[in-house]
């Protein structure tokens, strides 16, 4: 099986040999050298052109789980499906949201809401792979993330760091698909602390030789069999040396913001993701991924939801602000959502279950016109009644508002895969 990741590139899988290039690269950079690890990383430099001259960005902040539009950005303080939740008035007029989320009201200015986002898969798994990839999953094609996708389109030619770099979970999420190992999201289980295995044992020098030692060894290896799949990994562990040895590793380093600048993101983990999510697109990061889960409330909705959103407003709304204050904000779309909502009715553990058939999304910044609502639902939140959105219109609108083409195609089993397939732009978020 051949995937055509470029128009000049591909990558051969032989599943006679039963070893597929993730695997080899991925078992052989966990051994010997403190840097192997970061194999899971976006560690290739893609080619320089006007598209990642621009500096666009995306910090997507993902709710696992997936939270009740109700006791977020689309109440119901006047229907019973509402249940104990009331609304406040925003800094945006005629907009109101859930009185959870006080700290972002005075920033509503800056962002749209969709109201009338839906979708028909109700299962976590598939409707996060779908909420990531805008493709539902399949045995026969492995899509990219939409993170992945921006690595390969935007990344900054200088940059050391990964371009795309996940904070606070999503293991299991997508990756970087047919577009190879190279494009996975660098993963860290917390910020706030230099990522894993990114201080060598020894000193650089020394690194440096056994990186050498080690090239030799798998170039006469290579010659025998496997040489694309050594040759790569080869990039990897040398663009890995570069990454722990680069000064943009101070990036990661949180301590180096003023006390005051860290208070006002908040003390919580979500609040450090989302600190450091800002740093590093500031350093040149393409596309940061800070999770927070939990938002599954089958069981004991009201409360649960306040715990997460006491975690999440401050620190959603400092972002915005902050991304806003340095100028970054018309060049970074932040985007909060999750993989679907809540049932508009309470069940009897005063919980909601999964209901993908109308929820909400957030979004600030990349040209994205803030101050408005976009779609509506009925009177009990059921039925979306005013400007149904689908996954594929939303990811649209993230390609137009980054500037990527959603048409680009490569190629799997033989048939063209676009970075988009259906749907439309919602026009409206930037009118």
């Not at 925003?90 to 839906?118: F, W």
């Not at 999953?137 to 899509?143: C, E, F, L």
């Amino acid at each position: 099986m051949t995937f055509q990741l470029h128009r000049q590139t591909e990558v051969t899988i032989d599943r006679r040999r039963g070893l597929r290039r993730r695997d080899f690269l991925r078992s052989v950079a966990l051994g010997g050298l403190a840097a192997g690890t970061l194999s899971w990383t976006d560690l290739l430099c893609a080619e320089s052109n006007e598209l990642r001259k621009r500096g666009r960005a995306m910090i997507l902040l993902w709710m696992q789980g997936g939270p009740s539009q109700f006791e977020t950005f689309s109440p119901l303080p006047h229907h019973a499906n509402g249940g104990e939740t009331k609304a406040i008035a925003t800094a945006a007029s005629g907009v109101q949201i859930a009185e959870h989320y006080p700290e972002t009201a005075k920033m509503m200015r800056d962002i749209a809401l969709i109201r009338s986002m839906t979708s028909k898969e109700g299962s976590h798994p598939r409707a996060t792979y779908l909420l990531h990839t805008g493709y539902l999953p399949t045995a026969s094609v492995h899509y990219p993330a939409f993170g992945s996708v921006l690595a390969e389109q935007l990344r900054a030619a200088q940059l050391d760091l990964p371009s795309f770099v996940r904070i606070g979970g999503g293991q299991n999420s997508a990756d970087g698909g047919l577009l190879g190992v190279e494009y996975d999201p660098f993963l860290m289980s917390v910020a706030g602390k230099p990522p894993a295995n990114t201080s060598p044992a020894t000193d650089f020098n020394r690194l440096d030789r056994r990186i050498g030692l080690l090239e030799r060894i798998e170039g006469a290896y290579a010659s025998t069999q496997l040489k694309q799949e050594v040759a790569d990994h080869e990039k990897l562990y040398r663009k890995a040396q570069r990454m722990i040895q680069s000064d943009q590793m101070r990036a990661f380093d949180l301590e180096q913001e003023p006390t005051a600048v860290r208070e006002a993101y908040g003390a919580t983990s979500f609040a450090a993701g989302c600190l450091l999510a800002r740093r590093l697109v500031e350093t040149g990061v393409t596309c940061v991924e800070v999770f927070l889960n939990g938002w599954d409330t089958h069981f004991d909705n009201f409360a649960t939801v306040r715990r997460l959103a006491a975690q999440s407003d401050r620190a959603l709304a400092q972002l915005i602000r902050d991304l806003k204050n340095r100028g970054m904000l018309d060049t970074t779309l932040v985007a909060w959502m999750g993989e679907f909502g809540r049932t508009p009715r309470i069940n009897p553990r005063a919980g909601r279950d999964h209901y993908p058939k109308a929820f909400n999304v957030a979004l600030a910044g990349g040209g994205i016109r803030g101050g408005q609502v976009i779609g509506r639902v009925d009177a009990s939140g059921a039925e979306v009644e005013d400007r149904p959105v689908t996954v594929p219109d939303l990811f649209q609108s993230f390609c137009r508002s980054l500037g990527v083409n959603p048409n680009i195609e490569h190629t799997a089993n033989n048939r063209p895969i676009k970075i988009v397939d259906k749907g439309s732009p919602v026009a409206e978020l930037f009118g």
